[in-house]
């Protein structure tokens, strides 16, 4: 009778096994009755039994007309068989859709800029000596993903191969997703996670690329779920909460050095912890943890000092430093929530006021996750697309705890029956409508003229970049908009390209980029032999495209090879339109 009390809890509230018996135990032992016998429920609970205990406080409840008996036989005995074919299914359902979004087409597009730097470093420290002139192995962020791409780069340089890398990482999200939304609420929640964030396009569009992103949010993951360990973990083990913490620390270590803005995320777990003082934990329990945090971070300054290019940490900081804002303030309101999916924002944030009154140290931990890291990017004069991207998965654990728990509470109080029902057509056009938003975005054809940074492959790009390997001469030298086209043609091209936007002053520019200080002398003396202008520079600058355009004019500049794509015109017409022109100079 008592497991199957709990068993009613746990379907009821969304909440694990042992969860349940404790309240099922704060009711005094009475078995409470199920939602269709429920009149009147005035719910008013509040979370206090250790993890996410809820206490009935044993309000009015008037029955219908027949009475309610607790059941005397035994619940039925589980099915093991039937039980792995449920489980099975569920691993279907959230795998299929999270393995086919990110590879599908996968290698439709060539990299773009980034993924053209990342992968080449990775080649470079594999020994493909091609690369190294181009991408040398110490540029801009620790080397953790960079060393693990760098294994199968020992056979060759595929791209493909280097996309399905991050993609598994990606899909590896998915299921500790899960095991964090199982473990923090009910392996239901878990389910409805994973499944959100398997098809969430913010994840999905990142993960498919060489990236540092995708890999950082992975070790995040990670080191969010050993927290949910260490904090669900019984408060007089402290030898094994201190090691769940210090799994935390490793997995937050590695995180840092896959990229070193992933720090900010130490500033939500020291937010989480001073607002949550009833998991503090013994001052000699934290020394392990923070040693071994520590160790982990030294080892990127250490590693470039060994090296002998400690100057090019210093130099990058300092441009990060004073780098002039790229995007608008309102850049991250405009972006995120559509690639996060408005509906499950609106979950997230339905389940963080609906629960309010029962908001633990759950929601404290996920809100401190998300909300550090924004408030610092958020201010942060330079913003991109892919930097909020550690925080999904958290927004996904909110938004399945609002479509479960805050369904079954809402439910209960407007008396609408069984609130199992309403979650699973609320998740069901939730999953769907962000399943077609990812689909539509990593179709090749998507792409147009203009393109957003870290939001997918460059149209062009890769077939430019081969067209520069086959026709032009060794040892030329060709001049690009800017520094991002520069590093595609030398990824794919094997030329060197300087980019016109660079600036002379090394307070503007990226320290590894080599700025060309007078160009007008370079194309009068045959130092730089052919031009590259690129509609996606050109939508960021007019100025360095007109400046462009007057020098392949002044110096003879004929037209010797062109990369379209389709775009869509105002009257509904598709047009091809030029992406890249690559002009040959004479003096």
């Known amino acids: 009778m008592a497991d199957r009390g709990a068993r009613d809890l746990t379907q009821r509230f969304g909440v694990d096994t042992d969860t349940a018996e404790r309240m099922r135990r704060a009711t005094n032992g009475g078995p409470v009755p199920p939602s269709s016998h429920v009149q009147d429920l005035h719910v008013d609970l509040t979370v206090d039994l250790d993890d996410a205990t809820i206490d009935l406080r044993r309000p009015s409840i008037d029955v219908r007309d027949e009475p309610w008996h607790a059941p005397d036989t035994a619940p039925p005995p589980v099915d093991p068989r039937g039980q792995a074919v449920r489980w099975l299914l569920g691993a279907l359902v959230v795998l299929v859709p999270a393995v086919v979004l990110r590879v599908v087409a996968l290698d439709a597009l060539g990299f773009n800029s980034d993924e053209a730097v990342y992968a080449g470093q990775a080649a470079s420290i594999a020994g493909q000596t091609q690369y190294l002139p181009y991408f040398p192995v110490f540029r801009a962020h620790p080397l953790l993903f960079h060393s693990l791409l760098s294994i199968p780069y020992q056979l060759g340089v595929s791209p493909l191969v280097g996309r399905l890398v991050p993609a598994a990482l990606g899909v590896a999200t998915v299921g500790v997703a899960y095991a964090a939304g199982a473990r923090m609420y009910s392996?239901?929640?878990?389910?409805?996670?994973?499944?959100?964030?398997?098809?969430?396009?913010?994840?999905?569009?990142?993960?498919?690329?060489?990236?540092?992103?995708?890999?950082?949010?992975?070790?995040?993951?990670?080191?969010?779920?050993?927290?949910?360990?260490?904090?669900?973990?019984?408060?007089?083990?402290?030898?094994?909460?201190?090691?769940?913490?210090?799994?935390?620390?490793?997995?937050?270590?590695?995180?840092?050095?896959?990229?070193?803005?992933?720090?900010?995320?130490?500033?939500?777990?020291?937010?989480?912890?001073?607002?949550?003082?009833?998991?503090?934990?013994?001052?000699?329990?934290?020394?392990?943890?923070?040693?071994?945090?520590?160790?982990?971070?030294?080892?990127?300054?250490?590693?470039?000092?060994?090296?002998?290019?400690?100057?090019?940490?210093?130099?990058?900081?300092?441009?990060?430093?004073?780098?002039?804002?790229?995007?608008?303030?309102?850049?991250?309101?405009?972006?995120?929530?559509?690639?996060?999916?408005?509906?499950?924002?609106?979950?997230?944030?339905?389940?963080?006021?609906v629960l309010r009154r029962r908001n633990t140290w759950r929601e404290t931990l996920l809100l401190c996750w998300i909300l550090v890291p924004f408030g610092f990017f958020q201010l942060w004069p330079v913003k991109g697309f892919q930097y909020l991207l550690p925080m999904a998965p958290a927004v996904a654990l909110l938004a399945a705890r609002g479509m479960t728990v805050g369904v079954d509470v809402l439910a209960l109080r407007h008396q609408r029956g069984d609130g199992r029902l309403i979650t699973a057509v609320v998740v069901a056009v939730t999953v769907v409508s962000l399943g077609l938003s990812s689909w539509s975005q990593v179709q090749p054809q998507s792409?147009?003229?203009?393109?957003?940074?870290?939001?997918?492959?460059?149209?062009?790009?890769?077939?430019?970049?081969?067209?520069?390997?086959?026709?032009?001469?060794?040892?030329?030298?060709?001049?690009?908009?800017?520094?991002?086209?520069?590093?595609?043609?030398?990824?794919?091209?094997?030329?060197?390209?300087?980019?016109?936007?660079?600036?002379?002053?090394?307070?503007?520019?990226?320290?590894?980029?080599?700025?060309?200080?007078?160009?007008?002398?370079?194309?009068?003396?045959?130092?730089?032999?052919?031009?590259?202008?690129?509609?996606?520079?050109?939508?960021?600058?007019?100025?360095?495209?007109?400046?462009?355009?007057?020098?392949?004019?002044?110096?003879?500049?004929?037209?010797?090879?062109?990369?379209?794509?389709?775009?869509?015109?105002?009257?509904?017409?598709?047009?091809?339109k030029p992406a890249i022109i690559i002009y040959e100079v004479r003096p």
């Open 187 to 353: 392996r239901r929640a878990g389910f409805v996670t994973a499944l959100l964030l398997a098809v969430m396009p913010y994840h999905v569009v990142v993960s498919r690329q060489v990236l540092l992103d995708g890999p950082t949010t992975f070790f995040a993951t990670v080191g969010l779920y050993l927290l949910i360990r260490h904090a669900t973990c019984d408060p007089a083990a402290q030898l094994e909460r201190a090691a769940w913490l210090a799994g935390a620390a490793a997995a937050l270590g590695l995180t840092f050095l896959t990229k070193e803005t992933s720090i900010l995320l130490m500033g939500g777990v020291y937010a989480f912890f001073a607002l949550r003082p009833e998991l503090r934990t013994r001052m000699r329990h934290l020394i392990a943890p923070l040693a071994l945090y520590g160790g982990f971070v030294v080892l990127y300054p250490v590693s470039l000092a060994l090296s002998g290019r400690q100057s090019t940490g210093n130099s990058f900081l300092l441009w990060q430093l004073f780098r002039r804002a790229n995007h608008t303030w309102t850049f991250y309101f405009e972006v995120v929530p559509p690639a996060l999916g408005w509906l499950v924002v609106a979950a997230a944030v339905f389940g963080v006021y």
């Open 447 to 576: 792409a147009g003229t203009e393109f957003l940074a870290g939001s997918g492959g460059v149209p062009g790009g890769r077939e430019a970049g081969e067209w520069v390997r086959e026709h032009v001469p060794e040892g030329a030298r060709l001049l690009a908009l800017g520094p991002s086209m520069a590093n595609i043609i030398q990824f794919y091209g094997d030329r060197k390209v300087y980019g016109l936007s660079v600036s002379p002053n090394p307070l503007h520019r990226n320290p590894v980029y080599e700025p060309v200080h007078n160009p007008d002398y370079k194309l009068r003396n045959s130092d730089i032999q052919f031009l590259v202008w690129d509609s996606y520079s050109a939508g960021r600058s007019s100025f360095f495209s007109d400046k462009l355009q007057r020098y392949a004019d002044r110096y003879n500049g004929r037209v010797v090879h062109t990369e379209t794509v389709e775009v869509r015109t105002p009257a509904g017409e598709i047009v091809d």
